[in-house]
């Protein structure tokens, strides 16, 4: 597909990266002209300098034949007006990020009166991911799909599990449990186990299970489950504001440190239920002062990567919390990674996650769609849900006898509300969403899945 990119910062460049590796005819736009020859010495694209919103800049990117354009610049109002005069010239999908808590209450007006394909939120979206794991602090991850009836968690081995030493099909016939081992990560290597894979401690394991299955599973390992009860979150900007509205919601006890007075008042009008306290995030009298021993959930937001980290290993250092750590900068993930700073939160792979499952459904083939995507075990595997809309050469066929690519798994299947783990004999239908693990990055369609 013929790709329009509006803006060459941290998501502008992750998508053009993907998106140029799926072989995708990408062309990217900024006003800053370092970047755009920084970008167009690495990848495989055309680069322009110029404003996004200038009609004759979208010409020259050959707007006429694009099939989307994706706004991300720092400003929302550039990002809705390039998508808005991207209709009125083209007709090509718009999709445009969008951070004011003011739009958020609008999105619907702004898709169905602008003609706005899709408004993404990074910050909302990165709040949604912290409230899921601080629901379930015990994992290191969680993504959901089909609507939550079905969840991918990344979590741990620790020595009191006693699971070292176990295969995958020792683990699930010992436990009893409708679970799938679907992924490990172990010494910088991922795998996509087989049953006679074995686990070892300190393995980070994906599993892929209904809630009511996973909690079981968890709890028959030993691992606790219960969501937490407070929340102490070290900066106030957007992304602290939404996540202390889902956790007041979730009837999570929340203090927000904030060092601006101004965004003090600011969110003390907007959270009266919450405890915002004026003072230095870094401080470590007031840390104790505001029972960071006693927190049963410790979330660093601040906009330095570096204070973000630091207090995590302070936590981690004095408390038992549930550390969630916000990284912006992409380029040290590996090294940040290695660090045990408990979840660690790129908004930036999470935007760029929902924008790719959009292109990925769009780009589909007839019978079935994208209808979510995550990266997942360090972002060298792709977790993806379809939706089987017809029949082909995956339907109605046993699994066992399926052509199926190396390194991929069929992890479940939700047929009208119901999930299951499939088996060899099950088979795909009509109407089902089949969630697929695997380190081939690129599928399209469900098809995509056997080897040609």
Not at 78 to 104: F, G
Not at 392 to 405: C, F, G, H, Q
Request: hydrophobic share 40%; with cysteine; glycine share 6%.
């Amino acid at each position: 597909m013929n790709i329009i990119i509006v803006g060459c910062g941290k998501v502008g460049w992750t998508l053009a990266e993907q998106l140029c590796n799926e072989e995708h005819q990408v062309v990217v736009i900024d006003t800053n002209s370092d970047k755009i020859q920084q970008l167009s010495e690495d990848l495989d694209l055309l680069g322009i300098t110029g404003n996004g919103s200038s009609i004759r800049v979208l010409s020259e990117a050959g707007l006429k034949d694009a099939d989307i354009l994706i706004a991300v610049t720092g400003s929302d109002e550039l990002n809705l007006l390039c998508c808005l005069i991207a209709k009125k010239v083209s007709d090509c999908h718009t999709i445009a990020r969008v951070r004011n808590p003011i739009y958020n209450k609008e999105v619907h007006f702004l898709k169905e009166r602008l003609g706005i394909s899709m408004i993404i939120n990074p910050e909302l979206a990165a709040a949604m991911e912290i409230s899921r794991l601080l629901r379930f602090p015990s994992a290191i991850k969680l993504d959901t799909f089909s609507k939550g009836r079905v969840e991918l968690l990344k979590f741990k081995i620790l020595p009191e599990f006693r699971l070292q030493g176990m295969s995958v099909m020792e683990v699930v016939e010992k436990f009893r449990s409708d679970i799938l081992i679907c992924g490990v990560e172990r010494g910088g290597n991922v795998y996509i186990p087989s049953g006679s894979f074995t686990l070892q401690d300190n393995d980070l394991v994906s599993i892929v299970a209904s809630p009511k299955n996973s909690a079981l599973f968890f709890k028959k390992i030993g691992v606790h489950t219960h969501q937490v009860r407070n929340a102490l979150i070290v900066g106030g900007g957007t992304l602290g504001y939404y996540l202390a509205s889902l956790l007041i919601e979730m009837r999570i006890r929340v203090r927000i440190i904030e060092s601006r007075r101004e965004r003090c008042e600011e969110l003390s009008d907007l959270l009266p239920e919450a405890t915002i306290i004026c003072g230095d995030g870094t401080d470590k009298k007031l840390l104790f002062e505001e029972e960071l021993a006693d927190a049963e959930s410790f979330v660093t937001l601040t906009n330095l990567d570096e204070e973000n980290i630091f207090l995590s290993l302070f936590a981690k250092k004095v408390s038992k919390a549930k550390l969630v750590t916000k990284v912006n900068r992409l380029t040290f993930d590996e090294i940040v990674d290695e660090l045990d700073l408990g979840s660690v939160i790129y908004p930036k792979y999470i935007t760029a996650d929902y924008i790719l499952q959009y292109v990925r459904a769009m780009g589909n083939s007839v019978g079935s769609n994208v209808e979510t995507l995550y990266q997942i075990l360090d972002n060298q595997a792709e977790a993806l849900e379809f939706y089987v809309r017809e029949s082909s050469e995956v339907t109605d066929i046993p699994l066992a006898r399926l052509d199926l690519k190396n390194n991929l798994l069929i992890a479940c299947i939700n047929r009208g509300g119901k999930v299951s783990i499939p088996r060899g004999q099950d088979t795909i239908q009509v109407g089902d969403t089949v969630i697929v693990v695997t380190t081939v990055k690129g599928l399209k369609d469900l098809r995509d899945i056997l080897k040609r």
